[in-house]
Nanobody, 126 residues
Framework: QVHLVESGGGLVQPGGSLRLSCAAS????????IGWFRQAPGKEREGVSC????????YYPDSVKGRFTISRDNAKNTVYLQMNSLKPEDTAVYYC???????????????????WGQGTQVTVSS
């Protein structure tokens, strides 16, 4: 049974950092690509990063490039999103998601992903 547990969200001041974690059980990460998405109130869910299963290649939209870093630890079955220099516009619920196989579309599209975390709130405010 697939089970995903996200953690690491919270309230942070502008310019601060957070690291989101997503621990997976019930399947192994080795053959899955990973996406991180976010959804702010009244807005569509958008992909903020992904990492491909085969070569570890990553993608970031311009809005987060240079500030966010996605990583995976297959041994721990855990994925991470390091977020630095946070801005108020980064405020959203963040979700990890997994899809079988390699990344085929960037920016990552929600409908391509099979398993989803429960979401964790990130609020950037002074």
């Amino acid at each position: 049974q697939v089970h995903l547990v996200e953690s690491g969200g919270g309230l942070v001041q502008p310019g601060g950092s957070l690291r989101l974690s997503c621990a997976a059980s019930g399947f192994t990460l080795d053959y899955y690509s990973i996406g991180w998405f976010r959804q702010a109130p009244g807005k569509e869910r958008e992909g903020v990063s992904c990492i491909s299963s085969n070569d570890g290649s990553t993608y970031y939209p311009d809005s987060v490039k240079g500030r966010f870093t996605i990583s995976r630890d297959n041994a721990k079955n855990t994925v991470y999103l390091q977020m630095n220099s946070l801005k108020p516009e980064d405020t959203a619920v963040y979700y990890c998601a997994f899809k079988w196989g390699v990344v085929t579309t960037t920016p990552p599209q929600p409908w391509e992903y099979d398993y989803w975390g429960q979401g964790t709130q990130v609020t950037v405010s002074s």
